[in-house]
């Protein structure tokens, strides 16, 4: 593998991706781009939620410089007006609606508290393939979303975000005050690959617990680690970075019991290099504490940041030297094969796309 693939950016568009939390949707037009595609969401009188294409078919002005009607979208150049489909439904002037009146309608949902939206073909949209993360709604959990509900803007192509979720092995160096600690790099990688996913565990014995979690917890001599990341496509990842005492737990036991800490964390693509990262930490314990949740959110803004650094870092330099050959360590295992696991599915995707063009 080349991991300077960037030259080779590529979207996958029949999947869901985050699109916006809840609060920054509501009854005015809201923008963004997501796969390089402009993008309009809004709340409609009723309380549904419509996405629709940013721009009006009749001379590209964004519709999200319009008004919200009811249920519908007054462009506000012309004053064309677009049902929550895409149709449009009047022209101001004139009794009939030109043929191709109609902008694309893109499939939103409101699932665990995020938006998610679908890129691709409407009639492919599966709710199933939203992940489970139904850690953000669920009472035994608290989710501290951190960044005031706003994504994270990265300069950086989306697959880097992956490739950093999978190799835990950065945080001894990039996170070493946090998340990092001392023989965790001593411990073999393993990854484990799926239909629409890849997960990557290490489990480490007798070393020092998370600083992080050492200062939240007042932790005390050496502990068991275990670090496990699962993507599933194309970039919804749960983190387990758990521990227990020496000797509790084997790899393979159910560590339900344990105190639990996810962190949830998707990239959504915006252009080829650029996206949005959305995130939250949750945790089972000391959940009525908000004090503590505060200081999540403060401490793991500041965790991702130095991600963001380095991958923006990346980012340049990729741009730079698209094509400097570069090399593969043990611990890129995971984030290759979900790389390749991507590619698969973008195969999948351009072919079934090549067969109903055929069709057409």
Partial sequence: MEANDMTNAMFLRNCWYAAAWPSEVGDAPFARTICGEPVMMYRTGSGGLAALEDRCCHRNLPLSMGKIEGDNLRCGYHGLLFDRTGACI?????????PGAQV??????????????????????????????????????VAAHGNDEKPLPMKCYWELNNDNLLDLSHVVYVHSNTLGGAHLEKNPIRTERFERSVRMW????????????????????????????????????????????????????DRSDSLGFRALITATPETESTSF???????????????????????FRNVFFEDIAVMEAQQRINSLRPGAPTIDINVDAPHIAMRQLIRRLAATEGASAGVAHAHA
């Fill in 202 to 253: 290490r489990w480490s014995r007798d070393v020092p617990p998370t600083p992080i979690f050492a200062k939240y917890l007042n932790l005390q001599g050496n502990m068991d680690r275990w670090q496990v990341s699962d993507i599933d496509a194309p970039s919804h990842c749960v983190v387990d970075a758990g521990f227990a005492p020496a000797g509790r737990y084997a790899p393979e036991d």
């Fill in 90 to 98: 009047e022209v101001p002037g004139q009794s009939t609606i030109p």
């Fill in 277 to 299: 990262m959305f995130y939250a930490q949750c945790r089972n314990f000391a959940t009525d504490d908000a004090n503590l949740t505060r200081t999540f959110i403060a401490d």
């Fill in 104 to 141: 694309r309608r893109f499939p939103l949902v409101e699932k665990w508290k995020l938006l998610w939206i679908w890129m691709g073909d409407p009639a492919r949209a599966d709710e199933r393939l939203i992940p489970e993360w139904y850690f953000l709604d669920h009472p035994d959990w």
